[in-house]
């Protein structure tokens, strides 16, 4: 399939070196995540396809995917705005068109199908091109990393993981992400994946048995050496693995504290 790769120019701790934009030509041109607005990716856009996207779908409400959709909008007014809601989240300056779990997408390259894949944020959608086996997957996946679960704000890590199962299933042989570079090898990182938060499971399993019964004291076991900048989002994902561990009836509450359930 035909698709151009569109920097959105804005890197920084969390994005790492920025997030890829994708657009697929055609009749009504696609963009796939809006960036955040900095000149240099609308010019990219205005070199790729002179009179802009007929359409932008959003697959997060996350900043570094969706708050450059208000400059798209100022420079490009006739084009449309789709993403799965996420009320509170969302926007309000901007008429967005609600994307739903399995509808199909008409681009220049064949039909896109949206695919709900909830965990790292609770509106994240990835979108399958079955006829080249592609995905554009947003941030369920990057090479090098895993992704975070903000425990805190719309994160679910049993949700993260069933999306994980789902495009497992799809059998993907490309996935086009967010952040990296293009993953050919899809579902052995999956793999790769799914064996990592076990892992971690274990880990904040065996913290709790050993007594630690806090987040920051559970994170400070588990995540030595961490790069004091990324601590919160290794107290998120510590926090994510204890909802888990909750749900499955394996550790419990008591206000900030945390105790193991055997
Ligand atoms: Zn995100």
Known sequence: MKVLSLHAANPGPYTGAGNWTYLIPG?????IDAGV??????????????????????????PDHASGAPALAA???????????????????LVWSPLVDGERIATGEGDLEVV?????????????HEASRTIFGADLMQLG???????SKGGDLAA???SLRRVQALRPSRVLPAHGPVIDDPLALIDQYLAHRHHREVQ????????????????GRIYTGLNPQLGPLARESVLAHLIKLEHDGLAKRDGARWVSVS
Do not use: C, Q
């Open 116 to 128: 709900h894949t909830p965990g790292h944020a609770p509106d994240h959608v990835v979108l399958w």
């Open 145 to 151: 990393n895993s992704v975070a679960i903000p425990a």
């Open 160 to 162: 993260y993981l069933r």
């Open 204 to 219: 904040v399993l065996s913290a709790l048995e050993a007594g630690l019964d806090t987040v920051d004291g559970i994170t």
């Open 37 to 62: 607005g900095k000149t240099e990716h609308l010019e990219a856009i205005a070199a790729a396809v002179a009179a802009g996207p007929a359409r932008v779908l959003v697959t997060h409400a996350h």
């Open 75 to 93: 420079r490009w007014p006739s084009a449309a705005f789709s993403k799965m809601p996420w009320p509170g989240e969302d926007t309000e300056t």
């Open 27 to 31: 009749d009504r041109p696609l963009l």
